[in-house]
């Protein structure tokens, strides 16, 4: 197990230090040691699902209609379960690694709260 924290971006666990901060060689995230909450957790933002229940930093989703995905052969389906999601802020509020695609950008109302 690692000695330094998560990565409190995409939660890696493959973080490094470079001199008096620390590095996430997955999201290249950099942030100093004992700063490890994120913009969305700091302005109170609250992301609600399709439903209008509140999601938090790793809770699972499922996709509520099929959403086609740029350069992708076919779309992700409705009912294609999301594990650990992270929030952020911007107009795809959730950002996610999905089986088959990879990372993405999802928007929260295309979800609801498995």
Request: overall charge negative.
């Amino acid at each position: 197990m690692s000695e330094f924290p998560l990565c409190p971006k995409c939660a890696s666990e493959n973080v490094y230090p470079s001199e008096d901060m620390l590095v996430c060689p997955e999201c290249f995230h950099e942030w100093k040691p004992g700063e490890e909450k994120t913009d969305v957790e700091d302005a109170g933002y609250k992301v609600l699902d399709a439903n209008g229940n509140e999601l938090q930093h790793g809770d699972s989703v499922i996709i509520v209609k099929d959403l086609p995905v740029k350069g992708a052969p076919r779309p992700l389906k409705a009912g294609t379960k999301v594990k650990n999601i992270r929030l952020t802020d911007g107009d795809h509020n959730i950002d996610c690694r999905i089986e088959g695609f990879g990372s993405m950008g999802l928007k929260s109302e295309f979800v609801r709260k498995a």
